[in-house]
Nanobody, 127 residues
């Protein structure tokens, strides 16, 4: 069974940096893509970033472009999110997700494209 586990969240001040990790602690699998989503209090979950494993192409929401960087580790099932110049509006629970099937560019933000999800890690940015 695939089990994605996020870590690295915490309480930081605006302008600080933070690095999130996503590791699969279950059986090994080969995802087509892995992604980060987040959910702020009282809001719907939203797409943050994704990486396509076959060529390591990356995709970002406009709200984080230029500040966040997604990357993968040597293991197939590891992913990171380097967050810089954090803002109070980045406060949210951050979720790791993985999808097995090919994803069209326009569908990267679609939650239905990702079969596996972690439990989330809280990021709180104080202003």
């Amino acid at each position: 069974q695939v089990q994605l586990v996020e870590s690295g969240g915490g309480l930081v001040q605006a302008g600080d940096s933070l690095r999130l990790s996503c590791i699969n602690s279950g059986r090994t699998f080969r995802p087509y893509a892995m992604a980060w989503f987040r959910q702020a209090p009282g809001k719907d979950r939203e797409f943050v970033s994704a990486v396509r494993r076959i060529d390591e192409n990356t995709y970002y929401a406009d709200s984080v472009k230029g500040r966040f960087t997604v990357s993968t580790g040597n293991a197939q099932n590891t992913m990171y999110l380097q967050m810089t110049r954090l803002k109070s509006e980045d406060t949210a629970v951050y979720y790791c997700a993985a999808g097995l099937s090919p994803i069209h560019t326009s569908n990267w933000p679609a939650e239905r494209m990702y079969e596996y999800w972690g439990q989330g890690t809280q990021v709180t940015v104080s202003s």
